[in-house]
């Protein structure tokens, strides 16, 4: 049975750093790309970054680049989401989602998505 779960979420000042893991279980990690979403309330869910099966593609959403970091270590079944510099937008509950067919172009859309984790909260606030 394929398992998603998010930890490393927190409260943190704006400015801070909180670093989000992915633990996988239940298939084969190495043929799945991972992506990381968030959603605040009343918003849409969106793609935050996504990172291919090998770890050689990455991609980000403009609002977290220069900030945000992608990575995965495939022998601990897991994807980090290293966030740097945050900011009271960045507040929401974040997720990470698995897929075995990662696009070129549209790596952040959830629909590209079909397994979930149940979600971390992030807030960032003084």
């Known amino acids: 049975q394929l398992q998603l779960v998010e930890s490393g979420g927190g409260l943190v000042q704006p400015g801070g750093s909180l670093r989000l893991s992915c633990a996988a279980s239940?298939?084969?990690?190495?043929?799945?790309?991972i992506g990381w979403f968030r959603q605040a309330p009343g918003k849409e869910r969106e793609g935050v970054s996504c990172?291919?099966?090998?770890?050689?593609?990455?991609n980000y959403v403009d609002s977290v680049k220069g900030r945000f970091t992608i990575s995965r270590d495939n022998a601990m079944n897991a994807v980090y989401l290293q966030m740097n510099s945050l900011k009271p937008e960045d507040t929401a509950v974040y997720y990470c989602?698995?897929?075995?067919?990662?696009?070129?172009?549209?790596?952040?859309?959830?629909?590209?998505?079909?397994?979930w984790g149940q979600g971390t909260q992030v807030t960032v606030s003084s």
């Open positions: 989602a698995a897929t075995l067919i990662l696009p070129n172009t549209d790596g952040l859309r959830k629909e590209v998505y079909p397994y």
């Open positions: 239940g298939f084969t990690f190495d043929y799945y790309a």
């Open positions: 990172i291919s099966s090998t770890g050689g593609r990455t």
